[in-house]
Structure formats: structure tokens, C-alpha cells
């Protein structure tokens, strides 16, 4: 206390009749104290703010509602932008391929670049150099944008939220509700915990009721796309490459050393001089075996007569590039020719049938799937085998019965679609009379496929497959359908279409990024 301030106090206490000296510095300290305090509280005050204000950052509060985007006079807030950001980084990161983008998930995406190899495989036409951060906020606002846009369509054309939609997101809420109580946190804590601070349970539903109408019309969009035979024809046409395949034989012939072991186990790569050997060798032996399938010798019996020859046989093989790619698509190739076709340093023998679009019917089928349930089978367990064939037997059962009930009734294709709503364990086609359209060759499992395709196969066969991983179909074969070359033609015409039309959505949008919000985003 200053010198004047206790002269004032001595004043006051004088006044007061106060004069012992004992008293006066009790009252002394207590002015003291109540200074203090009042200092204390001061501080405490403040700190109190301080430690609110970080609650309250740490909480989003102050960050989810700053605009980030402005699209077409629209306003999003950063929650809304980071819903889309943390989603493709998520889907990233949890894709299996993060490494060999080289992307470090241990790291701020601000202070990576974007490889090479990870601009190829996810379509990134900007050359130029980017960090992770900047590649997801670009996305986002992409597909905020296109989401947008295909939305306010949707509206416009009697197709927006409705109750079907509510019970999609209610139906998602529930299974992140229960997902999020199984690892331990409220809904609120998971949905924060995977798409970062700033987002809240009512942005989410609000985010996923955009998500649902707009994909919905998306999908709207793209299967009303429609194209006629003349359409198709002329867009093989110019594209032959594309779609035409070859029908061959070759022998391979190895025109490099093998590698070999030394005495403590170690590697010993081939020397320049056993490679040139090698490929040598594999030249020689090229024409050596042209010779023998001129004579009337089979290309793979020829093989067979060869240590570094390896026969293979393509019904349908696509253009590639290299030398093989060239010889085969060759417009002036014949039915018959075989030649030596070297592509250092190896050489082959190759013998062509022919080259062009692929005519055979695709084919409609329906199918009921009983897969065995061994989620509880313990595989390191010693009676594993017995356990696993135990369920296979009961899903073998259940498929036998399936059709012998099937067989009991109408018999119709009718009877057969309902019964697979019924009973069908197949979530892709449950819902539609376990109906797949369009299937073509090499699509299914293989016994799936062989069945399908085998000769003489007519509307109205029935049958039993088993594959070891998708478990028993009880097939019933609705008939033939499009020519393959067709579904190939108008899938890519679609595809090409609608990712124009995408495409014009977000270029025709007016966007204006705020560094308010946007800095909050990521």
C-alpha cells in the first residue's frame, strides 16, 4: 500500500475514533487482503474466459459457422466444405493404396506433396506441384459444388427430399449411433472424431440429406441417358481400338538369365555376358520353333520342347502397346499368319486368328444365394475343415430345398424372382428378383460364369453352383440379352456423357472461396 493511501486510511480510522496502532494494522492488512482478492478475482475472471474461449475453439463452435464457399450466391460454412474433405480423406487414407501414393498418415497434409503416382491414379490433371491439403480442399469444393447443383435440380424437378430420404439418413444415423457405442463414444464424439471439430450431429443429417438427393438424381440422370444403334455404331467406329479384341497363340521365349543361389543362400543376379546369352539363345530358339509350326507342328507342343518357352493362348485379348500390340492389330494381319515378333529382350512366336468386337450375347440370369456362415468358425481350430464343410453342407441343403420348392409350385420365372426376395442372401440383388442383366463373360465367379455360358444353355434351365467364396446359387437362366460390344459401347458413352454433364455443373457455378471459413477447413 503507497505512503498516501495509508495517511488516508489512518484518516478515515481517526475519524471512525480509531487510534490504536494494533487496530490500524489489522485494518491495514485487511485493506490488503481485500486488494488481493479482488486482484485474485480478477485474474480467476480472466482465466475463466480464457479457458472458456479455448472450449469453445476446441468445440468448433466458432469455426462451423464461418462461410468458407460461396456457390452461386449460396453460403457454406466450413463444417459443411469439411464434411466433404475429411470424407475423401478418409476414403484415401483407409483405401489400402496411401502408401503407395506416398501419403503419410502421421503427417499434416499441408506439408505433403501429392506424388506423381497418386495425381495418375486419382485423375488429377493438375501438373502442377500441390500439397494434400490443397488436392482436398479443391475436392471438396468440387463435389460440394456438384452435390449443390444436382440438388437444387432434383428440387426442380419434383425430386427432392422426401420421406424415403429421411429413412435413409435415420437408417444411417442408427448404424453410426451403434458403431460409435461399441468403440466407446457418443454419436457426437464419432462424428467429430472422423470428420474433425466442426462438425455436429444436425450438419451431418443436413449433409446427408444432400448427399441422398442428389445422388439419387445423378443416378436419375445417367440411366435416362440413352443412346440408338446408329449412335453405337458410329462411336465404335471411331474408337475401335477401344473396344476390338485379338484371338491368338504365342510362345514366349525368355531372352534374360535365370538369377541363381550362392552357397550362403544370397542372390547372384545373371552378368551382361549370361543375359546376352540368354536373349540369344531365345532367338534362336523363336525361329528354330516358327520352322517346326510351318511343318505342321502345334505352337504348344512346340513349347513344351523348350526350357526358357512358355505357350499361352487369348481369345480376347485388348490393344495393348509394344511389339505384340503392333504385329496382331496390323489391319492388313490374316487369319493363320505366324511370325517371329522380337521385343527385346525376349522373342515370341505368334500365331493369329483374328481380331474384332465381341459379338456373343450377353445374358440375363437370376439367382438364389445360400452362403455358409463361418464368422464364428475359429480357424486356427483343429476340427476348422469339418466345421467348414458342416456349413457349406447346411447352405447346400438350404439351396436344394430352395429349388425343389421352386419346382413344387408354379414354376415360373415369376415364382423364382419371388422366391429370391424371399430367401436370397445376395444384398445386390435381393430387392429384384435376385435378377442380374447384361452379365458377360468373365464377370462372375467362375462357376457362376461357366454356367451361364455353356452350350446350349435356354430360357427356363435351372441349376445348383457352388463357388468356395460367394457360397451355393440356385441359378435360373432368363435368357440372352445385347450384344457385348454394345454394353461396352454405350458403358462408355454413358460414362463419358455424364462425367461431361458433372463437369459442366461445377464450370457453369459462380464459386468464391472465404478465408474466414476456408481456414478452418482441413
Known amino acids: 500500500m503507497s505512503a498516501s493511501?495509508?495517511?488516508?486510511?489512518?484518516?478515515?480510522?481517526?475519524?471512525?475514533?480509531?487510534?490504536?496502532?494494533?487496530?490500524?494494522?489489522?485494518?491495514?492488512?485487511?485493506a490488503k487482503a481485500r486488494k488481493t482478492n479482488t486482484l485474485y478475482g480478477i485474474i480467476a475472471a480472466l482465466f475463466v474466459l480464457v479457458a472458456a474461449a479455448v472450449l469453445v475453439y476446441n468445440s468448433g463452435v466458432l469455426q462451423r459457422g464461418k462461410t468458407a464457399v460461396v456457390i452461386d450466391g449460396e453460403k457454406y460454412t466450413a463444417a459443411q466444405v469439411n464434411y466433404y474433405y475429411m470424407s475423401r480423406k478418409n476414403s484415401i487414407l483407409n483405401s489400402g493404396y496411401a502408401t503407395y501414393y506416398?501419403?503419410?498418415?502421421?503427417?499434416?497434409?499441408?506439408?505433403?506433396?501429392?506424388?506423381?503416382?497418386?495425381k495418375m491414379f486419382l485423375q488429377i490433371t493438375d501438373e502442377s506441384e500441390m500439397t494434400w491439403d490443397e488436392y482436398l480442399r479443391n475436392d471438396a469444393i468440387r463435389t460440394l459444388t456438384v452435390r449443390a447443383k444436382a440438388a437444387k435440380l432434383a428440387e426442380e424437378n419434383g425430386m427432392g427430399a422426401d420421406d424415403h430420404t429421411q429413412e435413409e439418413i435415420d437408417a444411417t444415423m442408427d448404424e453410426i449411433a451403434a458403431y460409435a457405442k461399441q468403440n466407446g463414444y457418443s454419436t457426437k464424439e464419432y462424428l467429430k472424431l472422423v470428420f474433425g471439430s466442426t462438425m455436429t450431429v444436425s450438419t451431418f443429417k443436413q449433409m446427408a440429406e444432400l448427399d441422398d438427393v442428389s445422388s439419387h438424381y445423378m443416378q436419375h440422370y445417367q440411366e435416362d441417358l440413352t443412346y440408338t444403334d446408329s449412335d453405337l455404331e458410329s462411336y465404335y467406329a471411331a474408337n475401335k481400338d477401344s473396344f476390338d479384341v485379338a484371338a491368338y497363340e504365342y510362345i514366349y521365349f525368355k531372352g534374360t538369365a535365370n538369377s541363381t543361389t550362392d552357397s550362403e543362400g544370397n542372390t547372384v543376379e545373371p552378368t551382361d555376358e549370361e543375359n546376352a546369352a540368354a536373349k540369344e539363345l531365345?532367338?534362336?530358339?523363336?525361329?528354330?520353333?516358327?520352322?517346326?509350326?510351318?511343318?505342321?507342328?502345334?505352337?504348344?507342343?512346340?513349347?513344351?520342347?523348350?526350357?526358357?518357352?512358355?505357350?499361352?493362348?487369348?481369345?480376347?485379348?485388348?490393344?495393348?502397346?509394344?511389339a505384340l500390340a503392333d504385329w496382331l492389330f496390323d489391319s492388313a494381319r490374316q487369319s493363320g499368319d505366324c511370325d517371329v515378333v522380337d521385343s527385346d529382350p525376349n522373342t515370341y512366336v505368334i500365331l493369329f486368328h483374328s481380331v474384332g468386337?465381341?459379338?456373343?450375347?450377353?445374358?440375363?440370369?437370376?439367382?438364389?444365394?445360400?452362403?455358409?456362415?463361418?464368422?464364428?468358425?475359429?480357424?486356427?481350430?483343429?476340427?476348422?475343415?469339418?466345421?467348414?464343410?458342416?456349413?457349406?453342407?447346411?447352405?447346400?441343403?438350404?439351396?436344394?430345398?430352395?429349388l425343389a420348392q421352386w419346382k413344387a409350385g408354379d414354376?415360373?420365372?415369376?415364382?423364382?424372382?419371388?422366391?429370391?426376395?424371399?430367401?436370397?442372401?445376395?444384398?445386390?440383388?435381393?430387392?429384384?428378383?435376385?435378377?442380374?442383366?447384361?452379365?458377360?463373360k468373365g464377370q462372375m465367379v467362375t462357376e457362376f460364369n461357366d454356367w451361364c455360358f455353356a452350350e446350349g444353355r435356354k430360357t427356363g434351365d435351372t441349376g445348383i453352383v457352388f463357388n468356395e467364396n460367394t457360397g451355393y446359387h440356385v441359378m435360373y437362366f432368363v435368357g440372352e440379352d445385347t450384344p457385348y460390344w454394345k454394353v461396352e459401347v454405350r458403358k462408355e458413352l454413358t460414362e463419358n456423357d455424364f462425367s461431361a454433364w458433372v463437369d459442366g455443373l461445377y464450370d457453369s457455378a459462380e464459386i468464391t472461396q472465404d478465408d474466414a471459413g476456408m481456414q478452418y477447413v482441413g
Open 5 to 30: 493511501r495509508e495517511k488516508k486510511l489512518r484518516q478515515d480510522l481517526a475519524a471512525q475514533g480509531v487510534t490504536d496502532p494494533k487496530l490500524i494494522r489489522e485494518a491495514e492488512e485487511k
Open 102 to 118: 506416398g501419403l503419410d498418415s502421421s503427417k499434416s497434409m499441408d506439408s505433403q506433396i501429392v506424388s506423381d503416382t497418386a
Open 282 to 322: 531365345a532367338a534362336a530358339n523363336a525361329a528354330a520353333a516358327l520352322e517346326r509350326y510351318k511343318n505342321g507342328e502345334d505352337l504348344k507342343t512346340i513349347a513344351e520342347s523348350y526350357d526358357n518357352a512358355t505357350y499361352y493362348s487369348q481369345d480376347a485379348g485388348s490393344k495393348g502397346s509394344g
Open 357 to 402: 468386337r465381341q459379338t456373343y450375347n450377353t445374358v440375363d440370369v437370376r439367382h438364389i444365394l445360400f452362403q455358409p456362415d463361418t464368422t464364428d468358425l475359429d480357424t486356427e481350430s483343429e476340427t476348422y475343415d469339418a466345421d467348414l464343410q458342416a456349413r457349406r453342407d447346411e447352405a447346400k441343403a438350404k439351396a436344394e430345398d430352395a
Open 411 to 440: 414354376a415360373t420365372e415369376d415364382s423364382f424372382a419371388a422366391l429370391a426376395n424371399e430367401l436370397s442372401e445376395d444384398g445386390g440383388s435381393n430387392t429384384n428378383g435376385g435378377l442380374y442383366t447384361e452379365v458377360y
